[in-house]
Protein backbone atom coordinates (compact mmCIF):
# COMPACT_ATOMS: atom_id res chain seq x y z
CA UNK A 1 0.00 0.00 0.00
CA UNK A 2 3.04 2.57 -0.47
CA UNK A 3 0.83 5.50 -1.41
CA UNK A 4 0.11 8.67 -0.73
CA UNK A 5 -2.58 10.31 1.56
CA UNK A 6 -3.72 13.46 2.91
CA UNK A 7 -4.75 14.60 5.98
CA UNK A 8 -6.95 17.04 6.85
CA UNK A 9 -6.31 18.66 10.19
CA UNK A 10 -9.57 19.60 11.68
CA UNK A 11 -8.05 20.72 15.40
CA UNK A 12 -8.36 24.62 15.25
CA UNK A 13 -11.92 24.29 14.46
CA UNK A 14 -13.25 20.92 15.30
CA UNK A 15 -11.22 20.37 18.07
CA UNK A 16 -11.59 23.77 19.68
CA UNK A 17 -14.63 24.64 19.05
CA UNK A 18 -16.80 22.92 22.29
CA UNK A 19 -13.95 24.08 24.45
CA UNK A 20 -15.42 25.33 27.46
CA UNK A 21 -12.06 27.26 28.92
CA UNK A 22 -11.82 30.61 25.98
CA UNK A 23 -8.46 29.66 24.01
CA UNK A 24 -7.16 33.53 23.47
CA UNK A 25 -6.90 34.55 19.74
CA UNK A 26 -3.61 35.10 19.65
CA UNK A 27 -3.20 31.16 20.53
CA UNK A 28 -5.42 29.68 18.03
CA UNK A 29 -3.28 32.37 15.74
CA UNK A 30 -0.44 30.68 16.77
CA UNK A 31 -1.83 27.05 16.52
CA UNK A 32 -2.63 27.75 12.69
CA UNK A 33 0.85 29.30 12.29
CA UNK A 34 2.53 26.25 13.93
CA UNK A 35 0.17 23.77 12.29
CA UNK A 36 1.48 25.32 8.48
CA UNK A 37 5.04 24.33 9.64
CA UNK A 38 4.64 21.09 9.84
CA UNK A 39 3.98 19.93 6.36
CA UNK A 40 0.19 19.57 6.17
CA UNK A 41 -1.44 21.29 3.69
CA UNK A 42 -5.09 21.40 4.64
CA UNK A 43 -5.95 22.85 7.98
CA UNK A 44 -9.40 24.49 8.85
CA UNK A 45 -8.61 26.98 10.33
CA UNK A 46 -12.04 28.76 11.80
CA UNK A 47 -15.60 28.25 11.27
CA UNK A 48 -18.25 31.27 10.65
CA UNK A 49 -20.84 29.51 11.89
CA UNK A 50 -22.89 32.21 14.76
CA UNK A 51 -21.00 33.28 17.21
CA UNK A 52 -24.40 31.96 19.26
CA UNK A 53 -23.90 28.41 18.59
CA UNK A 54 -20.25 28.13 18.67
CA UNK A 55 -19.20 31.14 21.16
CA UNK A 56 -15.69 29.71 21.02
CA UNK A 57 -14.84 30.58 17.60
CA UNK A 58 -16.55 34.40 17.53
CA UNK A 59 -13.73 35.58 16.92
CA UNK A 60 -13.36 33.41 13.00
CA UNK A 61 -12.87 37.14 11.40
CA UNK A 62 -9.33 37.83 13.85
CA UNK A 63 -7.79 34.42 13.50
CA UNK A 64 -8.35 34.76 9.33
CA UNK A 65 -6.51 38.15 9.57
CA UNK A 66 -3.52 36.74 11.70
CA UNK A 67 -2.90 33.70 10.54
CA UNK A 68 0.43 33.29 7.79
CA UNK A 69 -1.02 31.51 5.27
CA UNK A 70 1.80 29.81 3.11
CA UNK A 71 2.35 28.77 -0.31
CA UNK A 72 0.53 25.53 -1.40
CA UNK A 73 -1.88 25.31 2.22
CA UNK A 74 -5.57 25.17 2.04
CA UNK A 75 -6.80 26.91 5.16
CA UNK A 76 -10.82 26.46 4.81
CA UNK A 77 -13.08 27.19 7.17
CA UNK A 78 -17.04 26.16 8.16
CA UNK A 79 -20.30 28.36 6.92
CA UNK A 80 -23.73 27.20 7.39
CA UNK A 81 -25.60 29.11 4.92
CA UNK A 82 -25.16 32.67 2.62
CA UNK A 83 -24.91 34.54 5.33
CA UNK A 84 -21.36 32.96 6.86
CA UNK A 85 -20.46 32.37 3.27
CA UNK A 86 -19.91 36.49 2.81
CA UNK A 87 -18.47 36.72 6.12
CA UNK A 88 -16.10 33.96 5.76
CA UNK A 89 -15.20 35.71 2.33
CA UNK A 90 -15.23 39.02 3.45
CA UNK A 91 -11.76 37.64 6.17
CA UNK A 92 -10.47 36.41 2.97
CA UNK A 93 -11.32 32.65 3.09
CA UNK A 94 -10.42 31.00 -0.50
CA UNK A 95 -12.14 27.30 0.54
CA UNK A 96 -15.08 26.65 2.67
CA UNK A 97 -16.96 23.41 3.85
CA UNK A 98 -20.50 22.60 4.63
CA UNK A 99 -22.06 20.38 6.81
CA UNK A 100 -25.06 18.42 7.54
CA UNK A 101 -26.07 14.45 9.08
CA UNK A 102 -27.02 11.51 7.89
CA UNK A 103 -29.55 11.11 10.53
CA UNK A 104 -32.70 13.87 10.51
CA UNK A 105 -32.84 13.90 14.43
CA UNK A 106 -28.99 14.49 14.71
CA UNK A 107 -29.61 17.20 11.96
CA UNK A 108 -32.41 19.06 14.27
CA UNK A 109 -30.44 19.09 17.20
CA UNK A 110 -27.27 19.73 15.94
CA UNK A 111 -28.38 23.13 13.18
CA UNK A 112 -32.18 23.17 14.09
CA UNK A 113 -33.20 21.76 10.44
CA UNK A 114 -34.26 18.90 8.42
CA UNK A 115 -31.60 17.41 5.81
CA UNK A 116 -33.14 18.30 2.98
CA UNK A 117 -33.93 22.23 4.38
CA UNK A 118 -29.96 22.01 5.74
CA UNK A 119 -29.19 21.41 1.80
CA UNK A 120 -31.66 23.84 0.20
CA UNK A 121 -29.17 26.26 2.40
CA UNK A 122 -26.25 25.28 0.52
CA UNK A 123 -27.68 25.97 -3.02
CA UNK A 124 -26.55 29.77 -2.53
CA UNK A 125 -23.44 29.10 -0.95
CA UNK A 126 -22.23 26.53 -3.62
CA UNK A 127 -23.55 29.21 -6.30
CA UNK A 128 -21.43 31.87 -4.80
CA UNK A 129 -18.57 29.87 -4.51
CA UNK A 130 -18.67 28.68 -8.40
CA UNK A 131 -18.93 32.36 -9.10
CA UNK A 132 -16.05 33.31 -6.80
CA UNK A 133 -13.76 30.44 -7.75
CA UNK A 134 -13.78 29.03 -4.00
CA UNK A 135 -13.94 25.08 -3.40
CA UNK A 136 -16.26 23.97 -1.67
CA UNK A 137 -15.79 20.41 1.03
CA UNK A 138 -19.01 18.84 2.28
CA UNK A 139 -19.44 16.99 5.78
CA UNK A 140 -21.77 14.25 6.67
CA UNK A 141 -21.98 13.46 9.77
CA UNK A 142 -23.43 10.67 12.01
CA UNK A 143 -22.82 8.31 9.59
CA UNK A 144 -22.10 4.96 11.50
CA UNK A 145 -24.22 5.92 14.27
CA UNK A 146 -26.63 8.93 15.95
CA UNK A 147 -26.79 9.97 19.64
CA UNK A 148 -30.78 9.74 19.42
CA UNK A 149 -31.61 7.63 16.61
CA UNK A 150 -28.89 5.26 17.42
CA UNK A 151 -28.50 3.10 13.62
CA UNK A 152 -28.19 5.13 10.70
CA UNK A 153 -29.25 3.54 7.76
CA UNK A 154 -26.33 3.52 5.25
CA UNK A 155 -28.65 4.10 2.66
CA UNK A 156 -29.16 7.65 4.55
CA UNK A 157 -25.77 8.14 4.40
CA UNK A 158 -25.12 7.56 0.59
CA UNK A 159 -27.98 9.61 -0.36
CA UNK A 160 -26.96 12.80 1.91
CA UNK A 161 -22.90 11.92 0.15
CA UNK A 162 -24.36 11.73 -3.51
CA UNK A 163 -26.42 15.01 -2.75
CA UNK A 164 -23.22 17.14 -1.49
CA UNK A 165 -21.17 16.17 -4.00
CA UNK A 166 -23.75 16.89 -7.41
CA UNK A 167 -24.23 20.02 -5.48
CA UNK A 168 -20.35 20.88 -6.57
CA UNK A 169 -18.77 19.93 -3.00
CA UNK A 170 -15.42 18.27 -4.62
CA UNK A 171 -15.16 16.64 -1.32
CA UNK A 172 -17.27 14.75 0.78
CA UNK A 173 -16.07 14.13 4.80
CA UNK A 174 -17.66 11.06 6.36
CA UNK A 175 -18.08 11.62 10.21
CA UNK A 176 -18.36 8.57 12.30
CA UNK A 177 -19.27 11.86 14.92
CA UNK A 178 -20.09 9.98 18.16
CA UNK A 179 -17.16 7.35 17.74
CA UNK A 180 -19.57 4.21 17.62
CA UNK A 181 -17.78 2.73 14.08
CA UNK A 182 -15.91 -0.55 13.96
CA UNK A 183 -13.87 -1.15 11.05
CA UNK A 184 -16.51 -3.54 9.40
CA UNK A 185 -19.10 -0.91 9.44
CA UNK A 186 -16.76 1.63 8.31
CA UNK A 187 -15.60 -0.26 5.42
CA UNK A 188 -18.99 -1.27 4.22
CA UNK A 189 -20.44 2.10 4.59
CA UNK A 190 -17.63 3.86 2.49
CA UNK A 191 -17.86 1.13 -0.09
CA UNK A 192 -21.52 1.97 -0.19
CA UNK A 193 -21.35 5.69 -0.08
CA UNK A 194 -18.42 4.99 -2.83
CA UNK A 195 -21.37 3.41 -5.67
CA UNK A 196 -22.54 7.03 -5.26
CA UNK A 197 -19.94 9.35 -5.11
CA UNK A 198 -15.88 8.28 -6.55
CA UNK A 199 -13.95 7.22 -3.94
CA UNK A 200 -11.28 9.74 -5.36
CA UNK A 201 -13.76 12.37 -3.97
CA UNK A 202 -14.55 11.25 -0.28
CA UNK A 203 -12.32 11.35 3.02
CA UNK A 204 -13.23 9.98 6.48
CA UNK A 205 -13.17 11.64 9.84
CA UNK A 206 -13.72 9.64 13.14
CA UNK A 207 -13.73 10.01 16.70
CA UNK A 208 -12.29 7.57 19.03
CA UNK A 209 -14.71 7.11 21.71
CA UNK A 210 -13.91 2.99 21.81
CA UNK A 211 -10.27 3.17 20.51
CA UNK A 212 -11.73 2.00 17.14
CA UNK A 213 -10.66 5.18 15.09
CA UNK A 214 -7.11 3.85 13.95
CA UNK A 215 -8.80 0.21 12.65
CA UNK A 216 -11.71 2.51 11.31
CA UNK A 217 -9.40 4.38 9.06
CA UNK A 218 -6.66 1.29 7.64
CA UNK A 219 -10.24 -0.15 6.84
CA UNK A 220 -11.16 2.43 4.60
CA UNK A 221 -7.75 2.96 3.53
CA UNK A 222 -7.99 -0.34 2.54
CA UNK A 223 -11.16 0.05 0.74
CA UNK A 224 -9.20 2.95 -1.55
CA UNK A 225 -10.08 6.26 0.59
CA UNK A 226 -6.69 8.38 0.78
CA UNK A 227 -8.04 11.41 2.64
CA UNK A 228 -8.16 11.60 6.32
CA UNK A 229 -9.56 13.92 8.80
CA UNK A 230 -7.80 14.25 12.29
CA UNK A 231 -6.98 16.66 15.14
CA UNK A 232 -3.77 17.00 16.27
CA UNK A 233 -3.38 15.78 20.29
CA UNK A 234 -6.75 14.33 19.78
CA UNK A 235 -9.02 17.49 20.52
CA UNK A 236 -12.73 18.19 19.77
CA UNK A 237 -16.04 16.04 21.01
CA UNK A 238 -19.54 16.46 20.16
CA UNK A 239 -21.45 18.47 22.80
CA UNK A 240 -24.80 16.51 21.32
CA UNK A 241 -23.14 12.67 22.01
CA UNK A 242 -22.69 11.96 25.83
CA UNK A 243 -19.49 11.04 26.48
CA UNK A 244 -18.05 11.48 22.87
CA UNK A 245 -14.65 11.86 23.08
CA UNK A 246 -12.11 13.73 20.56
CA UNK A 247 -11.08 13.50 17.07
CA UNK A 248 -8.37 10.77 16.22
CA UNK A 249 -5.18 12.16 17.21
CA UNK A 250 -2.86 13.68 13.51
CA UNK A 251 0.16 12.13 15.13
CA UNK A 252 -1.47 8.69 15.54
CA UNK A 253 -2.46 8.65 11.97
CA UNK A 254 0.41 10.08 10.72
CA UNK A 255 2.59 7.52 12.70
CA UNK A 256 0.50 4.61 11.54
CA UNK A 257 0.87 5.72 7.70
CA UNK A 258 3.98 6.09 7.85
CA UNK A 259 4.38 2.99 9.40
CA UNK A 260 2.70 1.26 6.51
CA UNK A 261 5.18 3.02 3.90
CA UNK A 262 2.41 5.62 2.96
CA UNK A 263 3.66 9.06 2.30
CA UNK A 264 1.86 12.62 3.79
CA UNK A 265 4.54 14.98 3.49
CA UNK A 266 4.30 15.53 7.39
CA UNK A 267 7.18 15.69 9.83
CA UNK A 268 5.78 13.80 12.97
CA UNK A 269 8.04 14.84 15.31
CA UNK A 270 6.92 18.53 14.59
CA UNK A 271 3.15 17.49 14.48
CA UNK A 272 4.01 16.27 17.51
CA UNK A 273 5.73 18.69 19.35
CA UNK A 274 2.47 21.05 18.59
CA UNK A 275 0.10 18.27 19.83
CA UNK A 276 2.25 18.65 23.09
CA UNK A 277 2.32 22.50 22.89
CA UNK A 278 -1.68 22.85 22.63
CA UNK A 279 -2.74 20.08 25.34
CA UNK A 280 -0.50 22.14 27.68
CA UNK A 281 -1.93 25.21 26.42
CA UNK A 282 -5.48 23.71 27.13
CA UNK A 283 -4.51 22.06 30.62
CA UNK A 284 -4.80 18.53 29.54
CA UNK A 285 -1.98 15.87 28.62
CA UNK A 286 -2.13 14.87 24.73
CA UNK A 287 -4.81 12.40 23.89
CA UNK A 288 -1.84 10.92 21.11
CA UNK A 289 0.38 8.14 22.17
CA UNK A 290 2.65 8.87 19.30
CA UNK A 291 2.98 12.77 20.69
CA UNK A 292 3.70 11.33 24.54
CA UNK A 293 6.20 8.64 23.03
CA UNK A 294 8.23 11.04 20.97
CA UNK A 295 8.24 13.56 23.53
CA UNK A 296 10.70 14.18 25.46
CA UNK A 297 11.57 11.73 28.22
Given at each position: ?7 VEVAPRDGLQNETRQVATADKIALVDRLS ?180 ILACLEAGVRVVDAAVAGTGGCPYAKGAS ?52
Amino acid sequence: MADSVRLVEVAPRDGLQNETRQVATADKIALVDRLSRTGLRSIEATSFVSPRWVPQLADAAAVMAGIERAPGIAYPVLVPNEQGYRRARAAGATEVAVFTAASEAFNRANIHAGIDESIERFRPVLALAAADGVRVRGYVSTVLGCPYQGEVPIADVVRVAGRLHALGCYEVSLGDTIGVGTPGKARAMLRAVAQEVPVQALAVHFHDTYGQALANILACLEAGVRVVDAAVAGTGGCPYAKGASGNVASEDVVYMLHGMGMDTGIDLGALAATGRWLAALLGRDTGSRAGKALGPA
